[in-house]
C-alpha cells in the first residue's frame, strides 16, 4: 500500500518568514495529493490540493508543488501569521478498484509561527 | 451549507464495553470514510462507504469494529469489547463520491474514545 513521509515533524519560524514543509509517497499510481491543516482539538480543514497532472498550485500566500518522477510534494506557506500556527498533514491518494479514495496520511508537521 | 457532525464529542467507556460512534455526513456527499487518530499521528483509514455498501472495510483493526449506513447517510461505527488500545479520536469524512468530485474529503469534528 501506500507510504507517507513527512519532514520536518516540527518547524518554528518568525512572522512574516516563509515555511516549507515536504512530503514523499511511495506508490507511483498516487494522483491527489492534499494538505490538511489541523488546530488543536479541531478537525482537519483542507487547505489546498493537487492532482498528478499539474505541476504547482497556488492559493493566495500558500502553494504546493508536485515532482511526479522523483515522488515528493512539498508546501509552501509565504508571509507566515502567528494564526498559520497548527499542525498540517499531507495526504496521498490511489484510487482502489473498489472505488475508494481514501487518504494516507503523513505523520504532521507542528507549525509555529514566532510573533 | 452544514458540515460533517459527530457525535458524541467525547466519551470514556471502561474496558470491555461496546461503543457506537455516529457521523452524519454533508448532504449530497455519497461517500462517506472513517479515520482514526491516534495522539501525535496522522489519521488512518478504516472503512468507506458509497452510499449504503461497505466498498472499502481494509483499515479495520480486528472483528471487534463494525460500521454500518443503512440509508446512505448517516453512519455508525461500532466497537465491541472496546479495549485500551482503541482509545483515540475517530474521524468521519464524507465525499461527493464517483458521481462528481470523489477527492475532496471533509471531516467531522470527531469523537474522542477513551477506553479505562
Known amino acids: 500500500g501506500e507510504n507517507v513521509e513527512q519532514h520536518p515533524s516540527t518547524l518554528s519560524v518568525q512572522e512574516g518568514d516563509s515555511a516549507v514543509i515536504k512530503c514523499t509517497y511511495s506508490?507511483?499510481?498516487?494522483?491527489?495529493f492534499p494538505w490538511y491543516k489541523q488546530e488543536l482539538g479541531k478537525r482537519p480543514q483542507l487547505i489546498i490540493d493537487?492532482?498528478?497532472?499539474?505541476g504547482e498550485k497556488k492559493d493566495q500566500r500558500i502553494a504546493v508543488t508536485l515532482n511526479k518522477t522523483a515522488k515528493h510534494f512539498s508546501l509552501h506557506i509565504t508571509e507566515t501569521q502567528p494564526e498559520d500556527s497548527a499542525v498540517y498533514f499531507c495526504?496521498?491518494?490511489?484510487?482502489?478498484?473498489?472505488?475508494?479514495?481514501?487518504?494516507?496520511f503523513g505523520k504532521g508537521t507542528k507549525l509555529s509561527v514566532i510573533p | 451549507g452544514a458540515g460533517v457532525s459527530q457525535t458524541p464529542s467525547n466519551k470514556v467507556t471502561e474496558k470491555g464495553k461496546y461503543v457506537e460512534l455516529r457521523c452524519d455526513p454533508i448532504?449530497?456527499?455519497?461517500?462517506l470514510y472513517w479515520y482514526r487518530q491516534s495522539l501525535g499521528q496522522g489519521p488512518e483509514f478504516l472503512i468507506y462507504?458509497?452510499?449504503?455498501?461497505?466498498?472499502?472495510d481494509s483499515g479495520l483493526p480486528n472483528d471487534r469494529f463494525f460500521a454500518v449506513r443503512p440509508e446512505g447517510s448517516v453512519s455508525t461505527l461500532k466497537i465491541q469489547r472496546t479495549e485500551r488500545g482503541d482509545s483515540a479520536v475517530y474521524l468521519c469524512?464524507?465525499?461527493?463520491?464517483?458521481?462528481?468530485?470523489?477527492?475532496?474529503?471533509?471531516f467531522g469534528p470527531g469523537t474522542r474514545l477513551t477506553v479505562t
Open positions: 493537487i492532482r498528478s497532472n499539474v
Open positions: 448532504s449530497g456527499h455519497t461517500a
Open positions: 495526504a496521498a491518494v490511489n484510487p482502489s478498484g473498489a472505488g475508494s479514495y481514501q487518504l494516507t
Open positions: 462507504f458509497q452510499g449504503t455498501g461497505a466498498a472499502d
Open positions: 506508490d507511483s499510481a498516487s494522483n491527489y
Open positions: 469524512a464524507s465525499s461527493y463520491g464517483l458521481a462528481e468530485n470523489p477527492y475532496e474529503q471533509y
